[in-house]
């Protein structure tokens, strides 16, 4: 998963919000930070990981309508 980041006008990094699926425990939460190849996840239930990159699937949220 590659991300592209986006900056303020003050040169802050604006993190978006990555809603994101961990495989193959099919855990969800949301993307809080890279490095290298791994990825730092905020798991829905509460708990920190960092997993592999080709363990993380982006999901899409329904939108709301």
């Not at 980041?5 to 425990?25: A, F, H, R, S």
């Not at 239930?45 to 080709?54: A, F, I, K, R």
Request: charged share 30%; hydrophobic share 35%; net charge positive.
């Amino acid at each position: 998963m590659k991300l592209e980041w986006e900056y303020t006008k003050d040169g802050k990094p604006v993190v978006p919000i990555v809603p994101v699926m961990v495989l193959p425990e099919k855990r969800y939460g949301e993307l809080i930070g890279t490095s290298d190849n791994l990825i730092g996840i905020l798991l829905n239930s509460g708990e920190y990981v960092d997993v592999p990159g080709n363990r993380v699937r982006r999901i899409h949220r329904p939108r709301k309508g």
